[in-house]
C-alpha cells in the first residue's frame, strides 16, 4: 500500500529565505509524484509533477522538486519565497498505472514579511 | 476551459439532518473523485468513478454517504443523517483517464460543511 509522509505540519520564513517542504513516501511499486498547492478558500491546484525521465522538476512560479528514488523523497525547494506563496502544500503519490492517488497532511507555509 | 464546478460552497446543518453536494466535471473527464478534507489533514477519498462506473468506495461510510454519477458526467454526493464529525470540506477533482499524464487531478473549490 501507498503511503504519504510531510514532515512538517507548518513552515514560517520570511519573505525572500529560501524554503523546503519535505515529503517522504512509500510504496511497493513504481510512482508518479505530485505537489498540489491549495491558497486560502480555493481548491487545490498542481504545481508541479514527476512522471518520468529528468529527477529535477520546476513549476511556472519558481518552485523545484527533486524526486529520489533511494530515499523515497520528493521534496519541494524555492530559493527566494514570496508572501503570495503563503498556502498549504500537499504531496501526493500515485502508483503507476494505477488510478488511486495518496495525498500526505499537508504543509502550511507561512511567508512573513 | 470550465474547471470543475461544485455547490453549494457553504453548508451548515443540524446533526441527524440530509444534505447533498452537486459536482460538475471538466467536459470530457472520464474519472471523478470525491474527496473529504477535515480541518488540518489531507484530502481523504471518498469514491472514485471510472464514468458512471465506481472504481473505489472502501473509504465510504456506506450506512450514511451515497454517491452517483449520473449518465457519467454529473455527480451528487449525499449524506443522511449528518453526524457532527462529518463537517468538513467536500471536494470534487475530475481526471482524464490517461496514465502516460499521471491521471493529473483537477478540483473544484470545494463546499464546507459546519453539521451542528
Known amino acids: 500500500a501507498q503511503s504519504v509522509t510531510q514532515l512538517d505540519s507548518q513552515v514560517p520564513v520570511f519573505e525572500e529565505a529560501p524554503v523546503e517542504l519535505r515529503c517522504n513516501y512509500s510504496?511497493?511499486?513504481?510512482?508518479?509524484l505530485f505537489w498540489y498547492v491549495q491558497y486560502p478558500n480555493q481548491g487545490l491546484q498542481l504545481l508541479l509533477k514527476?512522471?518520468?525521465?529528468?529527477?529535477l522538476v520546476e513549476s511556472i512560479n519558481g518552485f523545484e522538486a527533486e524526486f529520489n528514488k533511494s530515499q523515497t523523497s520528493f521534496h519541494l525547494r524555492k530559493p527566494s519565497v514570496h508572501i503570495s506563496d503563503t498556502a498549504e502544500y500537499f504531496c501526493?503519490?500515485?502508483?503507476?498505472?494505477?488510478?488511486?492517488?495518496?495525498f500526505g497532511a499537508g504543509t502550511r507555509l507561512f511567508v512573513k514579511a | 476551459e470550465a474547471g470543475v464546478a461544485q455547490s453549494p460552497r457553504y453548508k451548515i446543518i443540524e446533526k441527524r439532518q440530509s444534505v447533498a453536494f452537486w459536482c460538475n466535471p471538466i467536459?470530457?473527464?472520464?474519472?471523478l473523485y470525491w474527496y473529504q478534507q477535515i480541518l488540518g489533514q489531507g484530502p481523504k477519498l471518498l469514491i472514485q468513478f471510472q464514468n458512471n462506473g465506481v472504481v473505489d468506495d472502501s473509504q465510504l461510510p456506506k450506512d450514511r454517504f451515497s454517491a452517483e454519477r449520473l449518465k457519467g458526467v454529473d455527480s451528487t454526493l449525499k449524506i443522511q443523517p449528518a453526524k457532527l464529525e462529518d463537517s468538513a470540506v467536500y471536494l470534487c477533482a475530475s481526471s482524464l483517464v490517461e496514465r502516460v499524464r499521471g491521471n493529473e487531478q483537477f478540483f473544484g473549490p470545494g463546499t464546507r460543511l459546519t453539521v451542528l
Open positions: 467536459s470530457g473527464h472520464a474519472t
Open positions: 510504496s511497493s511499486v513504481s510512482v508518479y
Open positions: 514527476y512522471l518520468s525521465g529528468s529527477t
Open positions: 501526493a503519490v500515485s502508483e503507476t498505472g494505477g488510478f488511486k492517488t495518496i
